[in-house]
């Protein structure tokens, strides 16, 4: 494994029982080629003309599943596993040397993705196993919400407790519901037992708060008046036609963004982006470019992660496991994409949906499909683009 010293940070292993695919695949090509051969040097000639046009369709049939066999074939021909190791990465590069990353949630309305999920996700972002000092949380909001916007007022006032309990009772999963919806009283001594309960209510109180407001749909006076940013919805006309907003609910360059154990806060950033009714929004991949510009001006971390606002993160380490693909000095360079995998809630034991990494190599021009993808494209090659990233996403 290690060349001239060098220990690689991911090591790419080859699925086993490739052969036996391509064998089984190239049978399944002798016999197309056999339909083929027989299509064309049996033609039915003399038939009648309904014969003729059934043997010229069957004929366009198996042309057209021969082309989806071989699309779907090329695409498994040659399978590899990627495994990171984390560890090694931790070894190598210390606070100081791990690189700023950039995290873009989107949410796009209020009622279809309520705001207690939404801040779920962000808290479990927030959580991450990384230096807080190099994370940034971008939320953009297309339903231009100021009930998404009240909830993440109140994710960053419970973040400065929920990071230290998280790194305290080395919580997993780090969003909250998720966690405590699982999860059983730890039995420690009382004073730990009393701090465990005491923030499972603080959770739960937010929650309670967060969904009253989503209930009422509109933020009652006395709460309007705590922060200043409600004031912007003054000039909201609609959710299509508004102004920017942006709200920087937590500054990680103030050294006073600390939580309740003085330790740095990852910053977190509210951003509705302008609309107006005349110009397309262009759904998530306008909004991730609006997101490219502000964090650009704010954090401008080199590696971007982009995820949906019902996608809180299931690993507090999963972040440097992406960074290992990245990082690594021999094959990181040839890296530009990572997708992390994907589990659903409660819909099978059984993995039947692709939950296993993806890395393109290589990567030249852009690339088609998905909207992720599409935010790809114009950071490669927009006109005021100077901004060189590394995305991780998960599409
Ligand atoms: O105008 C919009 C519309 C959607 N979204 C956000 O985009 C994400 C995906 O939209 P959704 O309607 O939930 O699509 P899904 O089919 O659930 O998502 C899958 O398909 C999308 C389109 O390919 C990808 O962008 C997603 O990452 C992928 O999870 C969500 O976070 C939305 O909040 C916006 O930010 N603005
Ligand atoms: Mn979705």
Not at 7 to 33: D, M, N, Q, W, Y
Not at 246 to 253: A, E, F, M, P, V
Not at 289 to 313: E, F, Q
Request: charged letters at 25%.
């Amino acid at each position: 494994m290690a060349k001239n010293g060098y220990v690689p940070l991911f090591e790419t292993r080859p699925v086993k029982g490739r052969t036996f695919f391509k064998l089984f695949a190239a049978s399944i090509l002798v016999g197309i080629c056999f339909i083929f051969i027989y299509r064309l040097s049996f033609f039915p000639l003399e038939g009648k003309s309904i014969e003729k046009w059934t043997w010229i369709g069957m004929f366009l049939a198996e042309l057209w599943f021969s082309f989806y066999w071989f699309l779907t074939t090329a695409c498994r021909w040659n399978c590899v596993y990627r495994i990171p190791f984390k560890d090694r990465l931790s070894q190598r590069f210390g606070k100081e040397l791990l690189p700023g990353v950039d995290i873009f949630v989107c949410t796009a309305d209020p009622l279809i993705e309520p705001p207690s999920l939404v801040i779920n996700t962000v808290l479990s972002l927030m959580a991450y196993d990384y230096p807080p000092e190099k994370l940034s949380v971008y939320l953009s909001d297309d339903g231009g919400s100021d009930l998404t916007f009240y909830a993440m007022l109140e994710a960053a006032t419970f973040s400065k407790k929920w990071l230290p309990f998280c790194r305290k009772f080395k919580v997993e999963p780090r969003s909250p519901e998720a966690y405590f919806k699982t999860a059983v009283e730890p039995d420690l001594d009382p004073v730990q037992t009393n701090e465990w309960r005491s923030n499972k209510k603080l959770y739960e109180d937010m929650k309670m708060r967060i969904e009253t407001t989503t209930k009422l749909n509109r933020i009652p006076e006395e709460i309007r008046k705590q922060h200043k940013g409600f004031r912007e919805w003054d000039f909201v006309s609609s959710k299509r036609d508004h102004q920017t907003i942006l709200q920087i609910l937590i500054d990680g360059r103030d050294s006073n963004a600390v939580d309740i154990e003085g330790k740095p806060l990852p910053t977190l950033v509210y951003l509705a982006r302008e609309k107006r009714p005349q110009f397309h929004h262009n759904f998530k991949a306008g909004a991730v470019n609006a997101l490219i510009r502000v964090s650009s001006r704010i954090s401008n971390g080199p590696i971007i992660l982009n995820v949906d606002c019902d996608m809180y993160s299931n690993n507090s380490e999963s972040l440097k496991d992406a960074l290992c693909f990245f990082m690594d000095e021999e094959k990181g360079n040839e890296i530009a994409f990572v997708q992390y995998p994907q589990n659903f809630e409660n819909v099978t034991k059984n993995e039947i949906y692709a939950c296993s990494f993806r890395v393109i190599e290589k990567m030249e021009g852009p690339l088609t499909s998905a909207l992720d993808v599409f935010t790809e494209e114009r950071l490669f090659t927009g006109k005021n683009m100077t901004r060189s990233v590394r995305l991780i996403g998960r599409n």
